[in-house]
């Protein structure tokens, strides 16, 4: 490619969203990766009733985000698109504002929760002092929208992936010096921190624009919160969806069963981080599109779905056969049991991702508001199955409860996306069934043909996703990525 194609081809935002899925995802590995060695280590560290407590208050702090988003700042982008740079500050600057009141609200509601719920000092405690987490990354998330509004998510990757690499040093200092509860909530906090430091920098130094703080203007706020009604009920029973069978686990069961059934999650949350990186730069073009290009509309969607579908079918055919092994190396021998729960929530994590993608379509197209009563469905169907298959199968019914759920709110989304969003050849069917067809003959192959199934799982897991990989690049399913050219421009140097 010559010097001229090359700057055309940086000017694209189409391929200026690819960078920066690229480089979320590289950032997303990373974190995972730093991310996990931190769990294995309290997990290690812990008796299975503190590490139950552990996951419990991050899955309640979790819930917080019902309070603490409110879908704001996916409607605030559309805003922050504009070219007026000062209209961009008075935005900015009051969406800031109003993150920073929503993180002390979540915070106040999340120690309410257990204290009310009736849990020992040593949660509550705990609980308080972990919660600094939401007040911190509320403010931080609407930095990254500011940087998301602009494309200019690799600043935004570097600053994570040191935060996260600081939670790590001070989780190993923590095993090393003072291996208790109430310590080992430090070190996320320190995370928050590193990460926001590191985005208001850029910030300063101009990364979203030439005027990005202003006075704020408190009116601001009810008109973003009224616009972003529907999607904040939406959301908010979605969240409940995805993390109160943690909470339901800790009635209908035991603390034990929370902290074998939560392993799961952070295998799931890794697809689901890996999903928000492909559809975070994306929805900057559709939002861009909407309503006066369809085709790049049309387009946006469609290389977005593909990402998503071959990276997901790549992971599932990587986890599926190795789930066991590489739980009992992460965790230790007694959470090989979750192997099976933990499947589970993988598949259900791919299905959301594409629901996610699915919900990001209506709202860029102004078409969320029937979006609350498709997730109340979800909601009620979740909380349903729940009830009746906790008591019956523990961790492993409040995982099968979670995929049938995630199957239903995909199956759902698609239809109203099909019937709000008239733009015809839409929904990219094949690009979703093709990955997900190739992925699931590949486990079936290595799990049920003799000898296959007990093959190395080190050697599996590296074998199936190149194979399902190369299946996906023979039968065009790819997208149109070229994936050595995005990863030559991903890699270029990130000055923080």
């Known amino acids: 490619m010559t010097d001229q194609a090359e700057r055309q081809a940086e000017r694209s935002p189409s391929e200026r969203a690819v960078r920066n899925t690229f480089s979320l995802l590289a ?6 990766a730093m991310g996990w060695a931190g769990t294995v280590i309290i997990a290690r560290m812990m008796s299975p009733d503190e590490w139950g407590k552990f996951s419990f208050i991050f899955g309640v702090l979790g819930l917080m985000s019902i309070v603490t988003d409110l879908g704001v700042g996916r409607v605030v982008l559309a805003k922050l698109v504009d070219d007026d740079e000062d209209e961009r500050a008075r935005v900015a600057t009051s969406f800031i504002l109003l993150r920073v009141a929503l993180g002390c609200i979540g915070y106040v509601v999340a120690i309410l929760f257990v204290v009310i719920s009736g849990y020992s000092a040593h949660v509550v405690w705990a609980t308080a002092v972990a919660g600094i987490v939401v007040v911190i990354a509320t403010p931080s998330h609407a930095l990254t929208v500011l940087y998301q509004s602009r494309l200019r998510l690799t600043y935004v990757a570097a600053a994570e992936m040191l935060g996260q690499l600081a939670q790590l040093i001070f989780t190993i200092l923590a095993a090393l010096l003072a291996p208790i509860l109430i310590v080992f909530v430090i070190p996320a906090i320190v995370n928050e921190v590193v990460s926001i430091v590191g985005k208001i920098r850029g910030v300063r130094r101009g990364h979203v624009g030439t005027a990005t703080i202003s006075r704020p203007e408190i009116w601001r706020w009810k008109e973003m919160l009224l616009e972003a ?7 908010a029973f979605i969240e409940m969806t995805s993390k109160i069978d943690l909470v339901m686990l800790a009635r209908l069961d035991s603390f034990d069963a929370v902290g074998l059934y939560s392993v799961g999650y952070k295998f799931a949350d890794f697809v689901l981080v890996a999903a928000v990186a492909v559809v975070t730069p994306f929805t900057t073009l559709m939002v861009s ?10 387009r946006a969607i469609h290389r977005a779905a593909s990402i ?15 789930a066991n092994h590489l739980l009992a190396l992460l965790y230790g021998e007694r959470f090989e049991a979750a192997a099976f729960s933990t499947n589970l929530l993988v598949t259900g994590a791919c299905l959301s991702a594409l629901s996610q993608l699915g919900l990001m379509v209506l709202v860029s197209a102004g078409k969320h508001k029937v979006y609350p009563w498709v997730s109340l469905l979800v909601l009620l169907l979740n909380v349903g199955l729940n009830l009746v ?6 961790y492993h019914g409040a995982a099968w409860a979670t995929l049938i759920s995630e199957a239903a709110l995909l199956a759902v989304v ?16 094949g690009a979703v069934v093709g990955p997900a067809l190739l992925a699931a003959a590949v486990i079936a192959i290595t799990t049920l043909v003799p000898g296959l199934h007990s093959a190395p799982w080190v050697l599996l897991a590296c074998v199936n996703p190149a194979v399902t990989l190369l299946g996906a690049h023979l039968l065009g399913l790819t997208g149109g990525l ?10 270029a140097r990130v000055k923080p």
């Open 289 to 298: 599109a909407w309503p006066d290009d369809p085709a790049a509309f049309r």
């Open 389 to 394: 298959l906790i008591p019956r199968f523990s």
């Open 27 to 32: 950032s997303r590995v990373a974190i995972a």
């Open 308 to 322: 998503i579908a071959v990276l997901g079918a790549a992971g599932l055919a990587a986890f599926w056969p190795a």
């Open 414 to 429: 698609c239809v109203v996306v099909l019937f709000s969003v008239k733009i015809s050849g839409m929904l990219p069917a």
């Open 229 to 235: 009604v529907p999607l904040s009920i939406g959301f």
């Open 482 to 491: 070229s994936l050595r050219r995005t990863f030559r421009r991903t890699t």
